[in-house]
């Protein structure tokens, strides 16, 4: 997991004042040094700060970089973009959505952030009166994402709308588990980083470079069912074992991806 000290904060090449104002406040809430772009490329960047990572801050735009990658990463909508066009043309049900028994209405908790895929999907699939909190514990994926959720939008009215019902908060799931009442949401939802990685989707390896790899803890899964009033799933690899280590059953749900699993509780 990469820290926000380890990171720098800097504006596009050619910045307005208005970014370098937000880059330096958005620097001063994450912890990061600023550095000024100065015209320079990514490498020259990282190679004159040390920095592991480099954080581009626009007004309305957050673009991180990592040594290695060709394009810096942004909140796109990855693989759910295109599982939601999907369940629009009713081409499959999403084998996530199937486990996690969403319902128009529901009030989803999704405890591992991350790229915000399936949150976004589920975010389309509570609707109108729904409402998908996320929760993410590294500081600078959230600074992608968090902005991203209240910032980007794509100009596809569906999810557009399922962005406007999502909000991602950074923080550790059991200490914002431990703060809510009893069976305040429908479901609650965990996917921590598998132990081994994996066929990696689009804007995964960055989700790797900064995740918290840490797996999901029993008190957290204690915490999910006195908060869900449905259900608590995780999701876990085909042969994960995170399952059987925390003693939950495997739910029948057929999955086109056949390196996973889902497995949980159900109450309703
Ligand atoms: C496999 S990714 C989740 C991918 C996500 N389901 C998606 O569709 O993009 C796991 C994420 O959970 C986060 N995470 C791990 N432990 C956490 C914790 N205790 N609290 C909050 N987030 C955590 C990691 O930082 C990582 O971003």
Same mark, same amino acid.
């Given at each position: 997991?990469?820290?926000?000290?380890?990171?720098?904060?800097?504006?596009?090449?050619?910045?307005?004042?208005?970014?370098?104002?937000?880059?330096?406040?958005? %620097? !001063?809430?994450? +912890?990061?040094?600023?550095?000024?772009?100065?015209?320079?490329?990514?490498?020259?960047?990282?190679?004159?700060?040390?920095?592991?990572?480099?954080?581009?801050?626009?007004?309305?735009?957050?673009?991180?970089?990592?040594?290695?990658?060709?394009?810096?990463?942004?909140?796109?909508?990855?693989?759910?973009?295109?599982?939601?066009?999907?369940?629009?043309?009713?081409?499959?049900?999403?084998?996530?959505?199937?486990?996690?028994?969403?319902?128009?209405?529901?009030?989803?908790?999704?405890?591992?952030?991350?790229?915000?895929?399936?949150?976004?999907? %589920?975010?389309?699939?509570?609707?109108?009166? +729904?409402?998908?909190?996320?929760?993410?514990?590294?500081?600078?994926?959230? %600074?992608?994402?968090?902005?991203?959720?209240?910032?980007?939008?794509?100009?596809?009215?569906?999810?557009?709308?399922?962005?406007?019902?999502?909000?991602?908060?950074?923080?550790?799931?059991?200490?914002?588990?431990?703060?809510?009442?009893?069976?305040?949401?429908?479901?609650?939802?965990?996917?921590?980083?598998?132990?081994?990685?994996?066929?990696? !989707?689009?804007?995964?390896?960055?989700?790797?470079?900064?995740?918290?790899?840490?797996?999901?803890?029993?008190?957290?899964?204690?915490?999910?069912?006195?908060?869900?009033?449905?259900?608590?799933?995780?999701?876990?690899?085909?042969?994960?074992?995170?399952?059987?280590?925390?003693?939950?059953?495997?739910?029948?749900?057929?999955?086109?991806?056949?390196?996973?699993?889902?497995?949980?509780?159900?109450?309703?």
């Amino acid at each position: 997991m990469i820290e926000p000290s380890q990171a720098v904060v800097t504006t596009p090449r050619r910045p307005k004042a208005v970014d370098v104002a937000e880059a330096r406040a958005e %620097a !001063a809430r994450l +912890g990061c040094r600023y550095v000024e772009r100065r015209s320079q490329g990514w490498e020259k960047l990282v190679e004159t700060t040390g920095a592991r990572a480099v954080l581009a801050v626009a007004h309305g735009d957050r673009a991180l970089w990592l040594p290695g990658m060709t394009v810096p990463w942004r909140f796109h909508g990855g693989m759910a973009v295109l599982r939601i066009r999907r369940m629009i043309a009713g081409v499959e049900p999403d084998p996530f959505l199937a486990a996690c028994d969403v319902r128009a209405g529901d009030r989803f908790l999704d405890c591992t952030g991350g790229a915000c895929a399936d949150a976004l999907v %589920a975010a389309h699939a509570v609707g109108e009166g +729904g409402h998908v909190e996320v929760i993410e514990a590294s500081a600078l994926l959230h %600074a992608v994402t968090g902005h991203g959720a209240r910032h980007v939008r794509f100009g596809e009215a569906p999810i557009d709308a399922a962005l406007s019902r999502m909000h991602v908060t950074l923080g550790d799931h059991l200490e914002v588990l431990r703060s809510l009442p009893d069976r305040s949401y429908d479901v609650v939802y965990f996917d921590p980083m598998f132990r081994e990685t994996t066929t990696a !989707a689009p804007g995964f390896d960055v989700v790797r470079a900064l995740a918290d790899p840490r797996p999901l803890a029993a008190e957290a899964l204690a915490e999910a069912r006195r908060v869900a009033r449905r259900r608590v799933v995780l999701q876990d690899r085909k042969t994960g074992g995170e399952l059987e280590r925390l003693g939950l059953p495997e739910l029948p749900v057929m999955s086109r991806y056949a390196q996973v699993r889902f497995g949980g509780l159900v109450f309703a």
